[in-house]
T-cell receptor, first 113, second 110 residues
């Protein structure tokens, strides 16, 4: 059982380049999330998707777009990367119900030069 | 809006007890979660409190007081593997949307 899988694990971009972070979960969860983690800042929510076909902004959505491709997959796109987007990105999923429990992927470490 | 306050770092010896506090201010509150994260790893879920009181899961316990906007995580019988960062997270609404605090690093020494 793979859980939440993120690709790529590492990426270096130049300012202005675009890229997509992929995330897939095999737990049949309805909700999926993208967070970023910076040193000393904890995790901040970028976007989330409560169910297939819906997406909503989180705390720090500027500079990002998302697509909930199907129930399993939730991608995060940087259209024009900036150095301020250098971070570790975590995808997570959650089953329906008020559990307070998110299942996280291993993270994607992005550096923008 | 929301804000979560957590102290930054704690060092303790193996076998000791550590309490990590979390105070929060948020416009909507549904519950408080706790997560553990080892260096370079993914956050992993420890516990969730929706109601006031103490929840015990093995060596770890979590407490919530909604009237005080306060919770804590209690780590007992500390082991070296407990060296990690610990985050509290407020559930602000449905669909398990969580807002995380900045975290508290626990260093366990022999």
């Amino acid at each position: 059982n793979a859980g939440v899988t993120q690709t790529p694990k590492f990426q270096v971009l130049k300012t202005g380049q675009s890229m997509t972070l992929q995330c897939a979960q095999d737990m049949n969860h309805n909700s999926m999330y993208w967070y970023r983690q910076d040193p000393g800042m904890g995790l901040r929510l970028i976007y989330y998707s409560a169910s297939e076909g819906t997406t909503d902004k989180g705390e720090v959505p500027n500079g990002y777009n998302v697509s909930r491709l199907n129930k399993r997959e939730f991608s995060l796109r940087l259209e024009s990367a900036a150095p301020s987007q250098t971070s570790v990105y975590f995808c997570a999923s959650a089953r329906t119900g008020n559990t307070g429990e998110l299942f996280f992927g291993e993270g994607s470490r992005l550096t923008v030069l | 809006g929301q804000s979560l306050e957590q102290p930054s770092e704690v060092t303790a010896v193996e076998g000791a007890i550590v309490q990590i506090n979390c105070t929060y201010q948020t416009s909507g509150f549904y519950g408080l979660s706790w997560y553990q994260q080892h260096d370079g790893g993914a956050p992993t879920f420890l516990s969730y409190n929706a109601l006031d009181g103490l929840e015990e899961t093995g060596r770890f316990s979590s407490f919530l007081s909604r009237s005080d906007s306060y919770g804590y995580l209690l780590l007992q019988e500390l082991q070296m593997k407990d060296s990690a960062s610990y985050f509290c997270a407020v559930r602000e609404g449905g669909n398990n949307r969580l807002a995380f605090g900045k975290g508290n690093q626990v260093v366990v020494i022999p």
